[in-house]
């Protein structure tokens, strides 16, 4: 049975700048959870390990890797997989928000294919594309570490970079673990392409089936496999994503938002966005300001 956290260090929460990433050291991350990491899978996040000292151990398909160089081993959304660090690693977990990748690449679907599975990339090779995401991780991490002016919107565009740079890498210069069923996960994207496109929250599950030419229970089950949620809170995590960009746009009114998604009472809007969210949508705007 997969374990699920929606966060990281076993959590089921994570603050994201912009709703798009967190960066933790990973100094930082073995003082709260230790060196070993039981399989588990992330519901919404895609990961990379950026190691820059010591070993690490990973556990993907019941098979071990080792990874004794400095490295970025990226891990997908949903994927189950476990890690054990030899004590005094160094590095940093930078963590993305799925739901706003998959957004920001849903005119790149070849990108989106090419990142969803693990891969584990030795930095130290003299490759320019593996040099470019290298260096564009380490712009990230100081970014991230900084309080300049801008930091947000930095690191919205450095998100893009590093996304299309990951993908530029080769397979013959890394390591890929294919671990899930592809057609299952073809499925599952094309399904969250109809929810992007259609930002509704009045079409229905079995209509989404019919476009995809499965059954309901067919599209539950992969939902349930791959993202261990329904389908009904996969479209919801999506609908939330998108009404929290459209909340930034402060010309619109809370109103005209909520009917921007087919949402005909404000009301219902405004306690659906602070179920999922902890908020009302006027004090996540209040937020941004």
Same mark, same amino acid.
């Given at each position: 049975?997969?374990?699920?956290?929606?966060?990281?260090?076993?959590?089921? +929460?994570?603050?994201?700048?912009?709703?798009?990433?967190?960066?933790?050291?990973?100094d930082?991350?073995?003082?709260?959870?230790?060196?070993?990491?039981?399989?588990?899978?992330?519901?919404?996040?895609?990961?990379?390990f950026?190691?820059?000292?010591?070993?690490?151990?990973?556990?993907?398909?019941?098979?071990?890797?080792?990874?004794?160089?400095?490295?970025?081993?990226?891990?997908?959304?949903?994927v189950?997989?476990?890690?054990?660090?030899?004590?005094?690693?160094?590095?940093?977990?930078?963590?993305?928000s799925?739901?706003?990748?998959?957004?920001?690449?849903?005119?790149?679907?070849?990108v989106?294919?090419?990142?969803?599975?693990?891969?584990?990339?030795?930095?130290?090779?003299?490759?320019?594309?593996?040099?470019?995401?290298?260096?564009?991780?380490q712009?990230?991490?100081?970014?991230?570490?900084?309080?300049?002016?801008?930091?947000d919107?930095?690191?919205?565009?450095?998100?893009?970079?590093?996304?299309l740079r990951?993908?530029?890498?080769?397979?013959?210069?890394?390591?890929?673990?294919?671990?899930?069923?592809?057609?299952?996960?073809?499925?599952?994207?094309?399904?969250?392409?109809?929810?992007?496109?259609?930002?509704?929250?009045?079409?229905?599950?079995? +209509?989404?089936?019919?476009?995809?030419?499965?059954t309901?229970?067919?599209?539950?089950?992969?939902?349930?496999?791959?993202?261990?949620k329904?389908?009904?809170?996969?479209?919801?995590?999506?609908?939330?994503l998108?009404?929290?960009?459209?909340?930034?746009?402060?010309?619109?009114?809370?109103?005209?938002?909520?009917?921007?998604? +087919?949402?005909?009472?404000?009301?219902?809007?405004?306690?659906?966005?602070?179920?999922?969210?902890?908020?009302?949508?006027?004090?996540y705007?209040?937020?941004?300001?």
């Amino acid at each position: 049975m997969k374990v699920y956290y929606n966060g990281i260090f076993g959590q089921q +929460d994570i603050k994201l700048v912009r709703d798009i990433i967190n960066i933790v050291s990973l100094d930082e991350m073995f003082s709260l959870i230790g060196y070993s990491i039981s399989s588990h899978a992330h519901r919404n996040l895609f990961q990379i390990f950026v190691i820059e000292e010591g070993t690490v151990r990973l556990t993907a398909n019941n098979e071990h890797f080792y990874v004794n160089k400095p490295s970025i081993i990226t891990i997908p959304q949903s994927v189950v997989h476990g890690l054990e660090f030899e004590s005094g690693s160094k590095g940093h977990l930078v963590s993305l928000s799925a739901n706003a990748v998959e957004k920001m690449l849903r005119y790149d679907v070849e990108v989106i294919y090419e990142l969803d599975t693990i891969s584990i990339t030795e930095t130290a090779q003299d490759i320019s594309v593996v040099n470019d995401a290298y260096a564009t991780l380490q712009k990230c991490i100081l970014e991230y570490q900084s309080n300049l002016a801008g930091k947000d919107l930095a690191l919205q565009y450095l998100v893009g970079m590093l996304l299309l740079r990951l993908y530029r890498i080769n397979h013959s210069h890394q390591t890929v673990i294919h671990t899930l069923n592809q057609n299952e996960r073809s499925i599952f994207r094309n399904f969250r392409k109809l929810v992007q496109e259609n930002s509704s929250i009045k079409k229905r599950i079995e +209509d989404y089936a019919q476009d995809l030419g499965i059954t309901v229970a067919l599209l539950s089950q992969i939902c349930k496999a791959i993202a261990g949620k329904s389908p009904k809170e996969v479209i919801l995590d999506f609908l939330i994503l998108n009404i929290k960009a459209a909340l930034k746009n402060h010309n619109l009114s809370i109103s005209e938002v909520s009917y921007r998604f +087919d949402i005909d009472d404000p009301s219902y809007f405004s306690r659906l966005f602070k179920q999922k969210t902890g908020l009302t949508p006027k004090e996540y705007r209040s937020g941004l300001r």
